[in-house]
C-alpha cells in the first residue's frame, strides 16, 4: 500500500504500468525527490549529477533561490486569472523578451509545441492578410518542432508521421544544412523556412553559419519569413541569450518554451512588429497561456539568466567541455564525432557501441546523461553546471568507455 514516508520504487513502477499511458517506454529505475544546484537525490539520498536538466529546461538548476521566491511569492497572490484582464507579469515579462532580443511582441502559451504551433498560424496569417496564397512551411528532415499534428507534419521524421496520417498538408521536409535543398523546395505557396539553429533531438548537429545566412537571403529575395524554433537552443543555453546571435542575422519568428518557466510549463513566440500584426483578436489565444505564476516564474528565469551572465559563462564552461569530450574522442576510437555549442553539445558514437548503454552505466554510477539521435550522448546540464562538475562526468566516462576497448 502507498505507506505515509515511502513509496517503494516498485509500487510506483506498477502503479504506472498499470494506470500510465505507455508512451515514455522503459524509463531509467528511479524516482527523484528533490534536488539542489546540479544534483538530483532520490528517496534513498543516492545524489546524480544532472547532464539532462529536464531536457534543456532546469537552466537555473534545482531549488534556485530566485526561482523560489518568484514562485512561492506569485503563488500567495494570485496563480491564474484570465486574459480578458490585463495580466502585470505577462506585459513586463514580454517586454523583458522584447529589449533582450531582436523580436517586438511576444505571445505566450504553455509548451513549445503550442508556440511552434503560434508561430505557424502567425506566417499563415501574415500572408492571408496580404492576400496571397502563400501557406506551406520548409522545415528540416530529423528535426525536431512538437507532438501537436501541425508541428509533428514539420518535425521532419517519418516514424512520427506515419501512425497519424493524414498529416496536416503545408509542411515540406528537406535535408538540414543543404541550402541547395531549401533553394529547390521554394514555391508560390511557400509562406516560410522554419528550422533549429542545432538540431537537439535529431542528434545535436549545427547549422553551418553559411547555411543560416543563406537562408536569410532566400527569405529576403522570396518575401518569405524565417522562422527559427529556438525552443532548446534559447535563453543562454548555446552561449549567447539566443542561438541566432552567432549568425549575424535574425529571424522573423522565434519561439522559446523548455527553460523559459523554469519548470513552469511556459512558451513563446516572438516576432517582429509588422509580422506580429498579423494577429488580429480572435485569431489565436490561450487559457492558461502568460499566467501570473508561469510568467513570474519566467521573469526570474530571464533576469538571473541576464544578471549573472549566464549566456557567456555557458560559452566558456561550454568550450571547456568541448575540449574535454574532444580529448575523449582522441583517445576512443569508437567515439566519431564531438559537436554543439555552448552548453548544448553531443558526443556520437559508432554502430559497435549502442549509447544507451552508456547513459545506463553512467546512471549507475549517479551521473544523468541522454541519447539522442545518432547514437549521440548529449549534455545539456543546467546553465550553472561547474567546471569541477564536468570533470567528474570526463573522469566517469573515460572509466566507462576503457571497458569497451
Ligand atoms: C522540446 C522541443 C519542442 C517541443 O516542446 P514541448 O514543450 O515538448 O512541446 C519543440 N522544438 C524543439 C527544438 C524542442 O527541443
Redo the contacts with the bound molecule.
Sequence with gaps: MWGEMTVDLSEIIAADKRYYMNTFGERMPVAFEHGKGCVLYDKNGKAYIDFVAG??VNALGYAHPALIDAITEQAKKLIHCSNLYYIENQAKLAQMLAENTCGDKVFFG???????EGAIKLARKYFYNKGQERYEIITAKA??????LA?LAA?GQDKYHKPFEPMPAGFINIPFNDLEAVESAISSTTAAIMV?PI???GGVFVADNSYMKGLRKLCDENDLLLIF?????GLGRTGKFFAYEHYGIEPDIF?S??ALGGGI?L?AVIAKEQVAAAFEPGDHGSTFGGGPLACAAGMAVVQTILDEQLSDYAAQTGQYFFDCLKQLHAEYGFITDVRGKGLMLGMELDQSINGKDIVKAAFCNGFLINCAAHNTLRFIPPLIITKNEIDMLIEMLDNILKAYL
Design positions: 531536457i534543456a504553455n509548451s513549445g509545441a503550442e508556440a511552434n528535426s525536431f518542432h512538437g507532438r501537436t508541428t518535425t533549429e538540431q537537439g533531438e524554433d529556438e525552443i532548446q537552443t519561439t518554451a523548455k510549463p512558451g
